[in-house]
């Protein structure tokens, strides 16, 4: 009994230095206006849960909304990493959400079918280099899935991608 105690103690005090710290930073992008659409929200908070409930620290910074200028675009990408990097997160991950809201009925409706794809980097701010990309279609559209669990569902396949390159490299989740 006393083993197994202690070989808990041991499990649960060494834990943190195997956890991997990151900021998300979500970037809505192909959408009219500034305004950021609900299903952004619901992609940004379902990752944040995801690895909150599985103890990781996580942050995350306002969602930016792309307006088509490289350059501003780049300036608030930098910004966001400084200030992870101000927190002392060990990785950035930029979310690109790219919507295709031109023929919908309802743009701004928490809808998957609004969303066209999403493109993942992870990035090492120690190092400031990209460790890993990823590239997600959503999956073909039911009357059961667009709505906001299908939203949900997609973001969770999102969060999975990064479970497993942070578990490749060495990152408890």
């Given at each position: 009994m006393k083993r197994l105690l202690l070989a808990l103690v041991f499990a649960f005090a060494f834990f943190p230095t195997f956890a991997k710290s990151f900021s998300l930073q979500v970037v809505q992008k192909n959408t009219p206006g500034d305004q950021i659409f609900d299903s952004s929200f619901v992609v940004?908070?379902?990752?944040?849960?995801?690895?909150?409930?599985?103890?990781?620290?996580?942050?995350?910074?306002?969602i930016l909304v792309s307006n088509?200028?490289?350059?501003?675009?780049?300036?608030?990408?930098?910004?966001?990493?400084?200030?992870?990097?101000?927190?002392?997160m060990e990785l950035f991950i930029k979310l690109n959400l790219n919507y295709s809201v031109l023929?919908?009925?309802?743009?701004?409706?928490i809808l998957l079918s609004n969303i066209k794809s999403a493109d993942l980097e992870i990035v090492s701010l120690e190092k400031n280099k990209t460790i890993a990309k990823g590239k997600f279609t959503?999956?073909?559209?039911?009357?059961?899935?667009n709505n906001r669990s299908g939203v949900v569902d997609f973001a969770s396949d999102i969060a999975n991608k990064i479970q497993?390159?942070?578990?490749?490299?060495g990152g408890a989740i």
């Open positions: 940004e908070q379902t990752i944040l849960d995801y690895f909150f409930e599985r103890g990781m620290i996580v942050s995350n910074g306002s088509d200028d490289a350059a501003d675009d780049k300036t608030a990408l930098r910004k966001a990493m400084i200030e992870a990097k101000i927190g002392s023929d919908s009925a309802n743009p701004t409706a959503p999956p073909s559209l039911t009357d059961l899935n497993a390159e942070l578990a490749e490299r």
